[in-house]
């Protein structure tokens, strides 16, 4: 099968605007694209200065869009509260109509948003977090929480893993997708597969493998590499004009 093809977008400086956004993604999905995700940060490094909400980005698409599925790529529950996080997602997943996934990671210091805001930047506390605020986003959704998800059993879940190290990998693998971070090469793509394979019984059912790959590459390697996605990027300083090329080129 074909890997799905969606946009990966910074909402940055020009790309700030949800209205702006959210028409972007209203031509993704007239052209074919299946997805439109969006990064997720509170505050970035220079060049960058503006920096939108993911959340509220995402709303925007939603009521722009029909089919294309949405998300966050991805968001670190150390600096969320789970509770939050819980209820924006289902909001999101009913004003979709059913068409989030929610990108998980840890989150790193790199840019600043985590101990000037007094965030936990510790990476084994920062696993900790992740696990826990999967276990109680679960628990919510499976009717802790009122109204439940749209989709049934849950709202897709996938995990960021920084390329090659294995403890993300192994729990990506329990869940429902996989959005590696630095892989070399669509090599690395078919050591993955074949990792993860090991790790899931055989009627775990679907797992996706997301990879991100600059608008001037041909995905088609990632693809036969075993990517079940491939989402063209832009950087961290996307501009609408070269966004909307790469759109109108077709997925």
């Known amino acids: ?18 209205r702006r956004v959210a028409r972007l993604a209203a031509r993704a999905e007239e052209r074919g694209w299946d997805g439109v995700f969006v990064w997720d940060h509170i505050v970035y490094s220079p060049p960058v200065r503006g920096c939108a909400d993911p959340w509220v980005t995402l709303s925007a698409i939603a009521c722009a869009t029909e089919r294309v599925l949405i998300g966050p790529m991805v968001t670190p529950p150390s600096r969320r509260r789970v509770q939050k996080l819980t209820r924006e997602a289902v909001t999101l997943d009913h004003l ?12 790193g210091p790199r840019h600043g948003e985590l101990a000037p805001f007094g965030e936990v930047e510790d990476p084994p506390r920062q696993a900790a977090m992740l696990d826990e605020a999967l276990e109680r986003l679960t628990a919510f959704w499976a009717g802790e929480f009122e109204p439940r998800p749209v989709q049934r059993p849950r709202i897709p879940i ?4 920084r390329w090659p190290r294995r ?8 869940w429902d997708g996989v959005f590696p971070i630095d892989l070399p090469g669509p090599d690395a793509v078919a050591e993955l597969v074949a990792d993860v ?6 009627d775990a059912g679907a797992f996706e493998v997301v990879v991100t790959h600059r ?8 693809a036969a590499a075993g990517a079940t996605w491939c989402l063209t990027g832009f950087g961290s300083t996307p501009t609408e004009d070269e966004v909307r090329a790469a759109i109108d080129a077709g997925p």
């Open 1 to 18: 099968m074909a890997a799905r093809r969606g946009i990966h977008l910074a909402p940055f400086d020009e790309l700030a605007d949800p």
């Open 158 to 161: 996938w995990l960021a893993a």
């Open 215 to 222: 608008a001037d590459e041909d995905p088609a390697p990632w």
């Open 96 to 107: 979709s109509g059913g068409r989030l996934v929610l990108g998980l990671g840890l989150g």
């Open 167 to 174: 403890r993300p990998i192994r729990r990506a693998a329990r």
């Open 197 to 202: 394979a090991e790790l899931r019984a055989p």
